[in-house]
């Protein structure tokens, strides 16, 4: 393991800052301020809310940095959880993340630039789905086709995202003459802070991948901690400033009925019809090249357990192209899953059950810091959390509040979130038996 650490130390600090901000920043941003606001009920509520998410964001990011220096492997949450936890474990953090966490993710972010697309053009929401699902196809032919395609789209997109933050958070705070505190949202039953704080998280989410690159950094013990510091934190401040931008140009009431497109009104506000088109145009690459980063490196996770033997139609499934040597069969049946979502229509529901499903695994993965430094007898001389082990806590805390939440918001999508993952058991014992058979015959 070493000599292959070694061999991947080439990230300093501002690259892995910039990774862990393009990462995080994506679709929530301007996605999700109304949903939060609905179901706050207020905008001074609504800040709170995306303080809350970042506060359980920034204490989870502190300590999967020393989860993920303690254990550089490839392979995330996966990997994590299956040095700590052993093989089960492992199998349904990722039978999860490809039947649940990925698709769900892959259908939410297709249905929200479905809907802006039709938007900008005034084409009727009915289309939004169609819009959706011929996004995700045209993607993951692209993906399929070479990486480098991928990768094109993506060094584009980065650049697309940070030009209408940065526009609107500055342009809104300077010129908009709205109080930003304890405006009504105009709902008479918000869903609640707890889902609120899911809504963030949604905006949030992405800070996990940092941890990919625990093994490729010059000095993993100072720069990835670093990195996570730096990159969480200017997220927040990020998200805070669009939040108040809006607020100071918007009512919470005209934010909530305008859902995904109130960013693009705010602009059009701020800088005229061609400036708001402008914009828009900013927000639809933002979320675009959002959505081919998850189509790009979901298929990983489903084709490596396949690889293993890990999943039902493993053949199939860790297919290679024999001339564009992408994962053909994983990309293939994460497209079908994720399609078969959206045809459900609605992108919130779709973010708030991928939020569920993956947050349990994040709860394990947060408390299995204190599994590792259990009996080390202080020998462990890199990275460690600081305040430890308030920081921790905080943030298993916050996964425990974000299920919680869920499980009495949303009962139903929390049950068929918790059915698919024991379903995993049966499918892993016989998968299990069936390799342990293969190893056997072959010995013999």
Partial sequence: MKSEVQLKKNIGFAVATSLVVGTVIGSGIFMK????????????????????????????????????????????LYAYIEDVYGKLWG????????????PAIMGALGLYFGSLVANFFGFTQDTKIIIGIVSVLFLGIMNLLGTQYGGWIQNISTIGKLVPIVLIAVFGIAQGDMNILHMESGVSHGAGMGAAVLATLFAYDGWMNVGFMAGEMKNPAKTLP???????????????????AMFHVLPASKIVELGPNAATEAATLLFGSMGGKLIAVGILV?????????????????????????????KALSRIHPKYKTPVGATLSQLVIAILMMLMGNPDRLSDIAMFAVFIFYGLSLFSVFLLRKGE?????????PLYPITPIIAILG?????????????????????IALIGIPVYLKLNKVKQRTLESKAS
């Avoid at 730096?230 to 939040?243: C, F, K, M, Q, R």
């Avoid at 675009?288 to 396949?306: D, E, S, W």
């Avoid at 996964?399 to 059915?419: E, H, Q, R």
């Fill in 91 to 102: 199998f349904l953090c990722g039978w999860v993340q490809t039947l649940i966490y990925g």
């Fill in 399 to 419: 996964s425990i509040y974000i299920i919680g939440s869920t499980l009495i918001s949303a009962p139903l999508d929390a049950f068929s979130s918790i059915v």
């Fill in 286 to 314: 933002s979320i675009f090249g959002c959505l081919n980063g998850k189509i790009l490196t979901f298929p990983r996770i489903p084709f490596a357990m396949a690889k293993d033997g890990f999943l039902p139609g493993a």
């Fill in 377 to 385: 007898n202080g020998k462990h001389n890199l990275y460690k959390v």
């Fill in 226 to 244: 670093r990195a996570i510091i730096s990159g969480i934190l200017i997220v927040i401040v990020a998200y805070l400033t669009v939040n108040i």
């Fill in 33 to 76: 301020p109304g949903v939060v606001i609905a179901a706050t009920g207020n905008s001074t509520s609504a800040l709170w809310a995306w303080i809350i998410g970042g506060i359980i964001t920034l204490a989870s990011g502190l300590t999967i940095a020393e989860v993920s220096v303690r254990i550089p492997k490839t392979g995330g």
